[in-house]
């Protein structure tokens, strides 16, 4: 049975404007359709949003390892960390059986790049039925001592890792718009400079990249001959409706 790979970004579970603020409503309508959904292997990774940026930023974590972003990575792990137990409470509750990996236990970065994974206990875990929850972290970086993982970097590793099927990126906003507002239904590389040119960050703290920096990741998969679909998950049914492959949104492919 192949394997989906699904983002849900930290803007649509957390209040990205206030210090660690969940949305409750959306963990739990949001766990209520990947149980409706789900009918192959999943991965599941999330953003960090209010639970992590907001940490990663006041102990300047980006700068690597010194005398003050050493003292932000329990903070900020454990920020992100509870989020996951949020929504792995939630999924359980729907019957979902979930169980967290922390990046920060399996990856290593180089330059801020994720370098290598462990893949072990998700395979592992996967070939049992059960959902690996993984999200954006502070990670180990061997030439920069530490540095921030987000979940878009995790999102293309294990999906070429994996040879996933299907990726999807669910944000707060329809998929990826254009200068004109409208939403851009396919990227592929004939149209990136364009697209490029519209993408703005998006808004709240957000030290890994935003909107740019998804769509820099999910072109490179797409190179590698796997697609992805940016769509609002804050939309209720779209999250069932991507697992079942019936959700709209931004295509990213690679011809
Ligand atoms: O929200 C960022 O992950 P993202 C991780 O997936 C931290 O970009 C700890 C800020």
């Known amino acids: 049975?192949?394997?989906?790979?699904?983002?849900?970004?930290?803007?649509?579970?957390t209040d990205k404007g206030r210090?660690?603020?969940a949305r409750p409503e959306h963990i739990s309508r949001i766990a209520a359709e990947i149980s409706q959904g789900l009918s192959s292997k999943l991965v599941l990774i999330h953003g960090a949003g209010s639970f992590g940026h907001h940490q990663a930023k006041e102990f300047g974590l980006k700068a690597g390892l010194?005398?003050?972003?050493?003292?932000?990575?329990?903070?900020?792990?454990?920020?992100?960390?509870?989020?996951n137990g949020m929504i792995i409470d939630q999924l359980y509750q729907n019957?979902?059986?979930a169980v967290p990996i922390h990046p920060l236990s399996i990856c290593v970065l180089k330059d801020g790049r994720l370098d290598s994974v462990c893949m072990d206990v998700i395979d592992e875990l996967l070939s049992r039925g059960i959902v690996p929850v993984l999200h954006g972290d502070v990670a180990?970086?061997?030439?920069?001592?530490?540095?921030?993982?987000?979940?878009?970097?995790?999102?293309?590793?294990?999906?070429?890792?994996?040879n996933a099927k299907k990726v999807g990126i669910?944000?707060?906003?329809?998929?990826?718009?254009?200068?004109?507002?409208?939403?851009?239904e396919e990227i592929s590389p004939s149209n990136i400079g364009i697209v490029k040119d519209a993408l703005s960050g998006s808004g709240g703290v957000d030290v890994t990249g935003g909107m740019y920096g998804k769509i820099t990741e999910l072109m490179?998969?797409?190179?590698?001959?796997i697609p992805s679909l940016v769509f609002n998950a804050e939309t209720p049914g779209n999250v069932s409706g991507f697992l079942r492959g019936t959700c709209k949104g931004t295509l990213i492919h690679g011809d």
């Open 1 to 13: 049975m192949s394997v989906i790979v699904l983002k849900i970004g930290g803007s649509v579970l």
């Open 19 to 21: 210090s660690s603020t």
């Open 66 to 83: 010194n005398e003050t972003s050493i003292k932000g990575i329990w903070p900020t792990h454990l920020a992100v960390k509870t989020l």
């Open 95 to 97: 019957g979902v059986y």
């Open 140 to 162: 180990a970086d061997r030439t920069r001592g530490i540095d921030i993982l987000s979940g878009d970097q995790i999102i293309a590793a294990l999906a070429k890792a994996l």
């Open 170 to 184: 669910g944000t707060n906003v329809d998929g990826v718009y254009a200068k004109d507002f409208k939403i851009i």
């Open 220 to 225: 490179d998969l797409a190179a590698s001959g």
